[in-house]
């Protein structure tokens, strides 16, 4: 009984209509789809081509840009382990000149 009133229904006439429709103009929209299709296909590899043209010619110069940021990293680095360094030694001699002080002191009591 369902398929009956839906058989008889307005929706169903209309995708009826559509589906004839679609099935007359398939043939000529293939046809005009086509060129458009291939041309946006021809601009795509254009573009693509373009941006492997641009990383190519400036390869170079991104990688040496990466090498240069490198080298500040790695000097950087090294600044603060001189700077680390340079503490420890001041701290040392800290150290060591209490040390002399305690000694100097230690004889002067023994005179």
């Known amino acids: 009984m369902a398929i009956l ?3 008889s229904s307005r929706k169903f006439y ?16 293939k046809e005009n789809i086509k060129p ?16 492997v043209k641009f990383f190519d010619e400036n390869k170079q110069k991104i990688t040496e840009a990466i090498k240069k940021k490198i080298e500040e990293l790695n000097q950087t680095a090294q600044k603060g382990s001189i700077t680390k360094q340079k503490e ?7 150290y060591l000149k209490a ?11 023994l005179e």
């Open 5 to 7: 009133k839906f058989l």
């Open 36 to 51: 458009s299709l291939e041309k946006s296909l021809k601009e795509m590899q254009d573009a693509i081509n373009k941006a």
């Open 88 to 94: 420890e030694a001041l701290n040392q001699l800290e």
């Open 14 to 29: 209309w995708g009826a209509v559509a589906a004839a429709l679609g099935m007359m103009f398939y043939p000529k929209a």
């Open 99 to 109: 040390k002399i002080q305690a000694l100097e002191e230690e004889i002067k009591s």
